[in-house]
């Protein structure tokens, strides 16, 4: 997160299910339940910008970009979405896009100056990516992981996603409530973020209730490490981890390495 946000942004928030505030707006997260806002969240807020190599792209706003680049001619619709999306986060019926135009600059898209409206307050393009930095947090994702993303990982990343055993939402769902004993609408009113770390540490346990015991026995040994607690603290992953080694752990069986090293 950038300074602004980092100095406002309150992660205990997040553990209850609390909004995030900025600015007197109330930001509240994402339930698993709604999935209409579920989608707008991952359509809009989720883009990489930055991963378009252009030079005017890349100096706009997540605003200016979200409704002049990423729109197109979908634009109606498109903020038709937002503003479905904003008062449903903050519970706030007025959520408005103001135009203004500088003549004095000569670049067209610089010239054209947005401002995001949420009730009565105003926000300036800089402060809506401040604001999509806020939504992302607390939707159990962040600016970095969006921004990491790269197409040729992308395109193997999805390729190996095909080939593995993946777990559908709806299986994995059932499968929660099932372990923690818990109903579908106990299970419903979680925040994605809350979803996201129960089932992190759930799974956490699982691996360690049935390794730990196993490594403590000498039954099995790790080549470097121990079985994490767990208890431990969540290390947030990389975009592209399930399919990229560590330059360490390459060295230590890639087959060159090993060639090399004899």
């Not at 709604?34 to 890349?58: A, R, V």
């Amino acid at each position: 997160m950038n300074g602004i946000v980092t100095s406002i942004y309150d992660h205990n928030n997040d553990i209850w299910g609390n909004p995030q505030k900025y600015k007197g707006i109330n930001f509240y997260p994402l339930k698993l339940k709604e999935q209409q806002y579920k989608k707008i969240f991952y359509n809009l807020f989720c883009f990489p910008k930055n991963s378009i190599q252009d030079k005017d792209i890349l100096k706009m706003s997540y605003l200016k970009f979200l409704i002049i680049i990423l729109a197109g001619s979908n634009r109606p619709e498109l903020i038709k979405d937002l503003t479905s999306f904003f008062q449903h986060i903050t519970q706030e019926n007025k959520i408005e896009i103001l135009y203004e135009e500088n003549k004095n600059i000569k670049n067209e898209l610089s010239k054209i100056i947005l401002k995001f409206i949420i009730g009565e307050v105003e926000f300036t393009e800089s402060e809506f990516d401040n604001i999509r930095e806020i939504i992302l947090e607390q939707n159990g994702t962040d600016i970095d992981f969006i921004e990491q993303y790269n197409p040729e990982l992308e395109e193997k990343l999805n390729t190996f996603n095909k080939t593995a055993d993946t777990t559908e939402f709806k299986d994995e769902v059932f499968a929660f409530c099932s372990l923690l004993g818990k109903t579908i609408l106990e299970v419903s009113e979680y925040t994605l973020f809350q979803y996201k770390a129960h089932i992190e540490k759930l799974l956490l346990l699982q691996e360690y209730q049935l390794y730990r015991p196993l490594e403590a026995t000498g039954q099995i040994t790790l080549k470097k490490g121990e079985i994490k607690h767990f208890l431990s603290g969540s290390k947030k992953a990389g975009r592209y981890d399930s399919i990229l080694i560590g330059k360490e752990s390459f060295k230590n069986t890639g087959d060159i390495f090993k060639a090399i090293n004899n």
